[in-house]
T-cell receptor
Framework: AQKITQTQPGMFVQEKEAVTLDCTYDTSDPSYGLFWYKQPSSGEMIFLIYQGSYDQQNATEGRYSLNFQKARKSANLVISASQLGDSAMYFCAMRLANQAGTALIFGKGTTLSVSS | DSGVTQTPKHLITATGQRVTLRCSPRSGDLSVYWYQQSLDQGLQFLIQYYNGEERAKGNILERFSAQQFPDLHSELNLSSLELGDSALYFC?????????????FGPGTRLTVL
């Protein structure tokens, strides 16, 4: 069965430092997409970054980059130069692109706390 | 602002009651997804509609139902509510083409069942 695992319930980082949030996935399908979402305390889900299973290069969006290691089935989120506003819950998710539905399967999330 | 709207923002009701949550997708998006976020189950996919038709089902209880109307807005109906149904319910939308990557989430409806 398809599964997303986030093993870090909480992470702590100081402002301006980089932080890596871990995500491993399990699927036997060759075509899939990996997503990271941010959920601040206000509750909304904010899309951060996407990586397709056939993408050759790691995805980057501003301060966010996705360290995609296909053989290890990992899709870690790297946030460079952390800011106080990065404090939030972060979810890794997977979409199975070759299914009729393209719903997302989410991990349990990692709470990131950024201190000054 | 994702462009996805959900009403109401908060809903407090009693066990045994029925409620309807409403979602308007982003302009032009054909797919609507409903997700439930609870402390014990995390974020779970409930159901997806594409252009008015049910496309996929996840862990949706039989007491729950949904539909998507011709104007593409969607409603999630929750009946015979139990305490355990208290959760944050998200609607998300996408263009519907699997090659289009993003799902845009609405602000959510927080349901409290007393």
């Amino acid at each position: 069965a398809q599964k997303i695992t986030q093993t870090q319930p909480g992470m702590f980082v100081q402002e301006k430092e980089a932080v890596t949030l871990d995500c491993t996935y399990d699927t036997s399908d060759p075509s899939y997409g990996l997503f990271w979402y941010k959920q601040p305390s206000s509750g909304e889900m904010i899309f951060l970054i996407y990586q397709g299973s056939y993408d050759q290069q790691n995805a980057t969006e501003g301060r966010y980059s996705l360290n995609f290691q296909k053989a290890r089935k990992s899709a870690n989120l790297v946030i460079s130069a952390s800011q106080l506003g990065d404090s939030a819950m972060y979810f890794c998710a997977m979409r199975l692109a070759n299914q009729a539905g393209t719903a997302l399967i989410f991990g349990k999330g990692t709470t990131l706390s950024v201190s000054s | 602002d994702s462009g996805v709207t959900q009403t109401p923002k908060h809903l407090i009701t009693a066990t045994g009651q029925r409620v309807t949550l409403r979602c308007s997708p982003r302009s032009g998006d054909l797919s609507v997804y409903w997700y439930q976020q609870s402390l014990d189950q995390g974020l779970q996919f409930l159901i997806q509609y594409y252009n008015g038709e049910e496309r996929a089902k996840g862990n949706i209880l039989e007491r729950f139902s949904a539909q998507q109307f011709p104007d593409l807005h969607s409603e999630l109906n929750l009946s015979s509510l139990e305490l355990g149904d208290s959760a944050l319910y998200f609607c998300a939308s996408s263009a519907g083409d699997p090659s289009y990557n993003e799902q845009f989430f609405g602000p959510g409806t927080r349901l409290t069942v007393l």
